[in-house]
């Protein structure tokens, strides 16, 4: 018993370790960035790195509709499934 309560103890531990850093950066980095800009509103959004990003920032932007997003991605779809086709287990 005393064991499994040492163990759970050292888990949480770790897990408190290895978030403690995620805690502090995002204050900090939001501090110095309104500091720097001077003003308090979202940061710019950055730039998608995937056609499937790029195909849902125009949906939402409005430059193509629901039909052409879904046509696009089946598109896609049909181009990976050519150049990695999937394999099956024997």
């Known amino acids: 018993?005393?064991?499994?309560?040492?163990?759970?103890?050292?888990?949480?531990?770790?897990?408190?370790?290895?978030?403690?850093?995620?805690?502090?950066?995002?204050?900090?980095?939001?501090r110095s960035t309104r500091s720097r800009s001077g003003m308090s509103g979202h940061a710019e959004p950055r730039a998608p790195l995937s056609l499937e990003g790029v195909l849902v920032t125009q949906l939402i932007a409005g430059e193509i509709s629901r039909p052409q997003y879904l046509r696009a991605l089946e598109q896609l779809a049909a181009r990976d499934e050519q150049r990695h086709p999937l394999a099956l287990p024997d």
Do not use: I, R
């Open 1 to 30: 018993m005393m064991v499994l309560l040492v163990a759970t103890l050292g888990l949480v531990v770790a897990a408190a370790l290895a978030f403690w850093p995620s805690w502090k950066q995002p204050a900090e980095q939001g």
